[in-house]
């Protein structure tokens, strides 16, 4: 049986790059999960004594302090640097980016909208920068009732549609003088999905590796059992059944964005145990 991995799968950028900031940080405390995977953060613990907060009211004797991917409030950054621990940033350069425009714009006197979920902590972070009006809306139909001013800048929570995005854009055109668009959507969510619709098409069994409560693996599993009925979503490799591969000739295999590398290595390498 061939055992095929998606062109695009597991950890995007963003968390790659703050995992490898943990690893070097050792002996530090992130602020709320890095990841949504509890196996990655419980190898964070053992092996480099990463901790996990749920706030920056809960540091105490911490040193150093991890902020993650999806960044934190404008204020909390600033406790946290009138504070003596030291900061390490790992939040995600295009999670930044949405930051720096809400900051600049509003201090040009523009009205601000961010397309996305308000109660995401990347969103609050986001928010937090604009200085002066900012409204957070998942749907257009959220700003009838609002008097916006004459010019308004627009960004994206980074693991939206853009599809939602251009409707919340083609309905301020409508609204206000002057719109300045910036499309801070992140692909990597998207470019994971692509590639698994593009490999379940052709594999006859799908293996879908990810941590049950992670909605984009969840969202994997479901594209992939639209295109290949024998779809399975797995934690890790313990959960895989040899009667799955019974006169399978093509085994195709995802993973979640915050599925680690290691898990998905001794999936296929059980897998592939299985032919012997
Ligand atoms: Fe960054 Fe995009 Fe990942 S915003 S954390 S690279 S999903």
Not at 27 to 41: F, K, R, V
Not at 113 to 120: K, L, P, Q, R
Not at 228 to 245: A, K
Request: glycine content about 4%.
């Amino acid at each position: 049986m061939k055992i095929e991995l998606a062109n695009s799968y597991g950890f995007c950028f963003g968390v790659k790059r703050a995992i490898k900031i943990a690893e070097n940080a050792k002996d530090a405390a992130t602020i709320g999960p890095l990841i949504h995977n509890n196996e990655e953060i419980n190898r964070l613990k053992i092996n480099f004594n990463v901790k996990t907060l749920e706030g920056i009211s809960e540091i105490t004797e911490e040193k150093k302090a991890i902020i993650r991917t999806h960044g934190i409030t404008k204020n909390d950054l600033s406790k946290l640097k009138n504070s003596d621990i030291k900061i390490i940033d790992a939040t995600c350069p295009f999670v930044t980016k949405p930051q720096q425009i809400c900051e600049k714009m509003s201090k040009e006197g523009y009205d601000i909208v961010i397309f996305g979920d308000e109660n995401h902590p990347e969103v609050k972070g986001v928010k937090s920068y604009a200085d002066g009006k900012v409204y957070v809306v998942l749907d257009e139909s959220e700003l009838d009732n609002i008097k916006l001013s004459q010019k308004v800048a627009v960004v994206s929570q980074t693991t939206r549609k853009v599809e939602k995005f251009m409707q919340i854009v083609n309905y301020l055109m409508l609204k206000t003088k002057e719109v300045r668009v910036f499309n801070t959507i992140c692909n990597a969510t998207f470019e994971n999905q692509e590639a698994v619709k593009e490999l379940a098409e052709r594999a006859d069994i799908m293996i879908i590796i990810g941590g049950k409560n992670s909605s984009n693996t969840k969202q994997l599993y479901l594209i992939s059992k639209n295109f290949c009925n024998d779809s399975y979503l797995i934690e890790n490799e313990s959960e895989l059944n040899e009667e799955w591969f019974r006169n399978k000739n093509h085994c195709g295999v995802s993973a979640g964005a915050s599925t680690p590398d290691w898990i998905i290595q001794n999936v296929v390498k059980k897998i592939e145990d299985f032919k012997n």
